[in-house]
């Protein structure tokens, strides 16, 4: 993205496309039909939420394979509709967390603590909810479960682009007040587009890493209230507790033809358009490449269309509305800015005594000190899970990624493999784990662990990898000039260019690693049912009996911990990077 780019923000005249007349072309017609098939999709979707929810009694799900494909389209549906949500609440959120000091204070430490709130947790307090919101339709079931994958998705989107709102270069920031853009140019026309590369990469993660979790939100069990939605997670557990190895496999195989699918469809056109977006001075010598994004440049009437749209939103971006002007220059004096955080911290320090007091109200009832200790002992070892793994995967897909990152021929071909291995529920792999846990005497304590990180591995490396493609291209030829050695380049170089990517990336496993240990310290096959001690069987226990005050005592165990990490550690490499290692 050249500097020059944000001087183009003047009204636009709706001009031809070098003679590109209306009359269609093929390209137009087979982008129609993509389009045309995505609704039919959309309306089938639509039509089966609204049925009746006696239907999941009457028809519930079975392992007969000509039920696959409709299941995988409606996992595929909750998945989108899950994403969706996650951008609005990106867009909004995380801007806001950006732009305001005091929204800030809030915003970021609660996404600490609602990254560290696992699944289970979300469902344990949320099911019943949906299902008196919608009683007579299976709308209430849906949306259950979408929002159970909304809570795996969210986070992470909203971490990258907080984290790229608040690094976009200084001499940027600078052009955009000089052409005094308003809040809503500078936005579209500079920080949007700046923080485009981390946020689709980081998208395409929280849809793979939806996945990890789409046993638990369509196989929905609290207490004495059970929900299977038919889709693709209550196939696998309906085939592992049916000990089905056929059915697991040809689920497996079901996934990789849909993450394929919307990989071709969708994630890369949008990667190959978004690449136009880098921060750079000198162009790439290689570009990613998508043939539906070809097809959509060649079309005729898509072009006119695009044409359009663009020209409607430069018109509206132009009105004399109070968002689309130029900021005015507001003195503030530094003790009234003061003495408005220290109140407004003030306020939050008192909402966040008033719901620590509620929680001892609820727990104290039935729980005593005992059981906060035996919590807090629990969280510990998982705790030293999180670290271990954590570190064993930077040390392994950091390398990984900034090799893929820097060429997009292999980000290209590795994209979709990456995809899928971040969308293989580790659940389909529990079983195997207890079977070799089992037949070799191994301790679960210790080798449940590994499962923990399988899903949440990926969050590494797809940002390392997104910061490495984003790395300008100008500053690995200047690299290549001074003729840096190895060691050199990793450390004055590539490791300090995609350090605020990482820390997105590490921060987020981390937490994600905290959520999947709900599901990977408690692994079963049929009747064989393995657990390693830690908080996540802890609270997995509880929800399964339906014991609320420890299903509460262990989500402000695990939530406490995770935000001590995220200040003690993460927030301080999150300032480094803003500090020294900006691009500007």
């Not at 920031?173 to 590369?197: G, I, N, T, Y």
């Not at 789409?214 to 696998?236: N, R």
């Not at 997105?504 to 496993?509: F, R």
Request: charged fraction near 15%.
């Amino acid at each position: 993205m050249a500097q020059g780019d944000l001087a183009k923000v003047g009204r636009t005249p709706l001009l031809g496309l070098g003679g590109v007349g209306l009359r269609p072309n093929i390209y137009d017609l087979a982008i129609f039909i993509l389009i045309a098939a995505a609704f039919v999709a959309m309306a089938y979707g639509a039509g089966e939420v609204t049925a009746p929810v006696a239907r999941l009694t009457v028809a519930p799900v079975t392992l007969d394979p000509a039920n696959l494909p409709g299941y995988a389209l409606r996992t595929t549906l909750r998945m989108f509709a899950a994403i969706g949500a996650s951008l609005i609440f990106t867009f909004v959120v995380a801007t806001l967390a950006a732009k305001s000091r005091k929204a800030e204070l809030v915003i970021v430490p609660a996404l600490d603590i609602l990254q560290s709130v696992p699944v289970l947790g979300f469902l344990t307090f949320t099911v019943v909810f949906f299902l008196r919101l919608f009683p007579d339709s299976e709308l209430g079931a849906e949306c259950a479960a979408v929002f159970a994958i909304f809570t795996s998705q969210a986070w992470n989107m909203a971490f990258s682009f907080y984290q790229s709102l608040r690094t976009v270069p200084a001499d940027l920031d600078e052009v955009s007040r000089h052409f005094q853009l308003s809040p809503w140019l500078k936005f579209w026309r500079l920080e949007a587009p700046f923080a485009a590369p981390g946020l689709i990469w980081n998208t395409m993660m929280s849809m793979s890493g939806g996945w990890f979790f789409v046993v638990a939100s369509e196989a929905i069990t609290v207490g004495d209230t059970t929900v299977k939605l038919p889709g693709i997670g209550s196939w696998l557990a309906t085939a592992i507790d049916a000990k089905d190895i056929g059915a697991v496999v040809l689920a497996v195989a079901t996934m990789a033809v849909v993450i394929l699918a919307y990989d071709q469809l969708l994630f890369r056109p949008i990667v190959a358009w978004a690449d136009k977006f880098r921060f750079e001075q000198t162009a790439a010598q290689q570009r990613p490449r998508s043939w539906v994004y070809e097809l959509w440049r060649r079309g005729h009437v898509v072009r006119r269309i695009t044409l359009v749209t663009s020209w409607i939103g430069r018109t509206v971006s132009l009105l004399p509305i109070p968002l689309t002007q130029p900021p005015r220059r507001v003195v503030v004096a530094p003790r009234t800015g003061r003495g408005s955080d220290i109140l407004w911290r003030l306020v939050i320090l008192a909402v966040v005594a008033y719901a620590l007091w509620r929680i001892v109200l609820f727990t104290e009832a039935s729980l005593g000190w005992g059981d906060l200790l035996t919590a807090l002992e629990m969280g510990l070892l998982t705790l030293l899970r999180v670290v271990v793994l954590i570190s064993i995967a930077s040390a392994i897909w950091v390398p990984v990624g900034v090799w893929i990152g820097l060429r997009p021929w292999a980000a290209t071909r590795f994209q979709p493999l990456a995809q899928f291995l971040a969308a293989f529920p580790a659940n389909v792999l529990f079983p195997m784990a207890v079977v070799l846990i089992v037949s070799l005497h191994l301790d679960p304590n210790i080798w449940l662990s590994p499962l923990m990180v399988l899903g949440t591995q990926w969050y590494i490396l797809f940002n390392v990898i997104a910061g490495a493609s984003a790395f300008p291209t100008d500053l690995r030829e200047a690299s290549t000039l001074f003729r840096l050695r190895t060691w050199q380049w990793w450390r004055k170089v590539i490791l300090p260019g995609i350090l605020p990517y990482y820390v997105t990336g590490a921060l987020t496993a981390s937490g994600g690693s905290w959520n999947a240990s709900i599901v990977a310290e408690v692994a079963s096959w049929g009747d064989t049912k393995l657990k390693a001690a830690g908080l996540g069987s802890y609270i997995a226990d509880a929800t399964e009996a339906a014991d609320y005050p420890r299903v509460v005592l262990g989500i402000v165990v695990m939530s406490v911990m995770v935000v001590a990490c995220n200040r003690l550690v993460w927030r301080p490499l999150y300032r480094l990077a803003e500090r020294r290692f900006r691009l500007a």
